[in-house]
C-alpha cells in the first residue's frame, strides 16, 4: 500500500490523488487502506517518513569510511544522485510534494534535510581536522558549508533527473545508472571541493587586494 502511495502521490500530487486510486493500484480494498493508515495524512506521513529514511540510509552507507575526506564526500554524493535517479517518485515525493503541503509534511522533510546536513557538517569538519586547520575553520562556517552543498545537491539531483521527451539531454551520457550518478557527483565536487579544498589549506577569497585580477583574488589571511 505505501508503494502504491508512493507512485500515486508523486504523479497524481498530494491533493488530487485519491485513496481509492491507491487502494486499486495496491490490489486492495479501500477500506484496508483506511485499517492499516486511518486517512490521506497519515498515509503521506508515513510515505514521508519512509522514503527519507531510506534516502538518508543510502548516502551514509555509500561512503567510504577509510578514505580520504575528499573522496568520502564523493562517495556520499554518488550515492544521493544515485539513489535519486533509481527512485524517481521517492524523490519526487520528497523534494516537491511534502514541501509544498505546509506542516506537519515540511516538518518531516527539514528533519530529513537536517540529519543529511549534519551527516555532511561531520565529512567538512573531518576534512579541516585532516588538514590541520580545524581552528581556522569555525563550527558556523562549517555548518554553512554543509547547508551550502546539501541544497547543491538537491539542485543538481533535479536538474540530472530531468530528461526531456525522447530520451536523455545530454547525449554523453552513459548507459550505466552507476556511472552516471558519480560523474553527477564529480560535477558537484569539481563546483564545490576545489573552493573547500583550498579554504583547508588556508586561502579565503576577499573583496578587496592587489589590483587587476586580484579584485577577487583568494586571500590567504585567516
Not at 9 to 21: E, L, Q, T
Not at 41 to 68: D, K
Not at 124 to 148: K, P
Not at 197 to 222: C, F, I, K, N, Y
Request: hydrophobic share 45%; with cysteine.
Amino acid at each position: 500500500m505505501v508503494d502504491a502511495a508512493v507512485i500515486t502521490f508523486a504523479r497524481h500530487g498530494y491533493r488530487a490523488a485519491s485513496i481509492d486510486g491507491i487502494a486499486e493500484l495496491a490490489g486492495v480494498s479501500k477500506p484496508l487502506v483506511y485499517l492499516y493508515l486511518h486517512s490521506k495524512e497519515e498515509l503521506f506521513s508515513a510515505v514521508i517518513r519512509r522514503e527519507a529514511a531510506a534516502l538518508v540510509a543510502a548516502v551514509t552507507a555509500a561512503v567510504e569510511p577509510h578514505a580520504p575526506a575528499d573522496r568520502q564526500l564523493w562517495s556520499g554524493l554518488t550515492g544521493f544522485f544515485a539513489y535519486t535517479a533509481a527512485h524517481p517518485d521517492s524523490w519526487a515525493v520528497l523534494h516537491q510534494q511534502a514541501r509544498t503541503q505546509g506542516e506537519p509534511f515540511a516538518h518531516e522533510v527539514a528533519a530529513m534535510r537536517a540529519e543529511l546536513v549534519g551527516f555532511v557538517t561531520g565529512l567538512i569538519g573531518a576534512a579541516a581536522r585532516e588538514s590541520d586547520c580545524a581552528a581556522e575553520l569555525a563550527a558556523r562556517e562549517v555548518a554553512g558549508l554543509a547547508h551550502a552543498l546539501v541544497g547543491a545537491a538537491e539542485s543538481l539531483a533535479e536538474w540530472a533527473n530531468v530528461r526531456p521527451e525522447g530520451g536523455s539531454s545530454d547525449k554523453s551520457a552513459p548507459a550505466d545508472s552507476r556511472e552516471a550518478a558519480e560523474r553527477t557527483a564529480a560535477t558537484l565536487m569539481n563546483f564545490a571541493w576545489t573552493g573547500m579544498g583550498r579554504l583547508m589549506v588556508g586561502e579565503r577569497w576577499g573583496p578587496g587586494g592587489a589590483e587587476g585580477p586580484g579584485r577577487h583574488q583568494l586571500d590567504s589571511r585567516t
